[in-house]
């Protein structure tokens, strides 16, 4: 009974932050690695950010230095906060998480940046 929930999104201005988050259950949640991915209308989807089991994170250059991702083993919840947010910015984001050849994905949270 694997499930990633995410929470967080919404319709945010130009500018302002977000934080999303990744509540997972059903996995060994500190050995999985984690990402945020995004998908725009029209886009495929990308890798925003990963963080793997021991913490080490990996992000798309067009968001290093807007955003972070982290995870909280107590919480099994990785989060993504999310500053400086552009237009460009909005998307559907997904939490995925993997361990080998098993990957899990969340339903999607929807990311509005106004202008």
């Known amino acids: 009974q694997v499930q990633l929930v995410e929470s967080g999104g919404g319709l945010v201005q130009a500018g302002g932050s977000l934080r999303l988050s990744c509540a997972a259950s059903?996995?060994?949640?500190?050995?999985?690695?984690f990402g945020w991915y995004r998908q725009a209308p029209g886009n495929e989807r990308e890798l925003v950010a990963g963080?793997?089991?021991?913490?080490?994170?990996n992000y798309a250059d067009a968001v290093k230095g807007r955003f972070t991702i982290s995870r909280d083993t107590a919480k099994k919840t990785v989060y993504l906060q999310m500053n400086s947010l552009k237009p460009d910015d909005a998307a559907v984001y997904y939490c995925?998480?993997?361990?080998?050849?098993?990957?899990?994905w969340g339903q999607g949270v929807q990311v509005t940046v106004s202008s």
């Open positions: 059903g996995i060994m949640f500190g050995i999985y690695d």
């Open positions: 995925g998480s993997w361990l080998g050849a098993s990957r899990y």
């Open positions: 963080i793997s089991r021991i913490g080490s994170t």
